[in-house]
């Protein structure tokens, strides 16, 4: 079974468009994460909901609009998409009394 | 800023320990250290974590300084399935309010 699943895997796209990229957990957590991981393999935290309130809000431009629409779900959508915009975006769950974060392969998002 | 400090890379032998060391030199006293892989193209996956005494699991022990300023992981028979980039990040036991921050980590390279 997969803990922490996303659709899509790859996502290749025009500047200037809408897309969205989804997760889901079925692990019972009650906090989800969106992280973005550049070319420079640098991984950081854009989004963070707990019970689907949206607990960190990093400094990303508010074409980036994440919704969940329960527990198990953290979508992303991403308006009017630019060049950097590309990158990997990993959604990723936490909960219970431990910290222990775990993560979803990944969407490669790329943007021509 | 990271709170961590991590050697960019490192090369170990396959069948010998591998010791990657994690400076955290301004943890906070309900700071806890975690440890985290991305295998090429993965999502980042848990390994262990700590608060002040050593820790053992089925993938590796952690070794934390008695002042808590420092860490090191051990893969005690490193595979070439273990090369991958190690992320050491510190972290509150609940990560819901508290933004986790991931510096570059040490690529283990594991050479035949």
């Known amino acids: 079974d997969t803990a922490v699943s996303q659709t899509p895997k790859y996502l290749v796209t025009q500047m200037g468009n809408d897309k969205s990229i989804k997760c889901e957990q079925n692990l019972g957590h009650d906090t989800m994460y969106w992280y973005k991981q550049d070319s420079k393999k640098f991984l950081k935290i854009m989004f963070s909901y707990n019970n689907k309130e949206l607990i960190i809000n990093e400094t990303v431009p508010n074409r980036f609009s994440p919704k969940s629409p329960d527990k198990a779900h953290l979508n992303l959508h991403i308006n009017s998409l630019e060049l950097g915009d590309s990158a990997v975006y990993f959604c990723a769950s936490s909960g219970g009394r431990a910290g222990t974060q775990y993560f979803g392969p990944g969407t490669r998002l790329l943007v021509l | 800023d990271a709170k961590t400090t991590q050697p960019p890379s490192m090369d170990c032998a396959e069948g010998r320990a591998a010791n990657l060391p994690c400076n955290h030199s301004?943890?906070?006293?309900?700071?806890?250290v975690y440890w985290y892989r991305q295998i090429h193209s993965q999502g980042p996956q848990y390994i262990i974590h700590g608060l002040k005494n050593n820790e053992t699991n089925e993938m590796a022990s952690l070794i934390i300084t008695e002042d808590r300023k420092s860490s090191t992981l051990i893969l005690p028979h490193a595979t070439l399935r273990d090369t991958a980039v190690y992320y050491c990040i510190v972290q509150k036991m609940k990560t819901s309010y508290d933004k986790v921050i991931f510096g570059p980590g040490t690529s283990l390279s594991v050479i035949p």
């Open positions: 301004t943890i906070s006293g309900n700071e806890y």
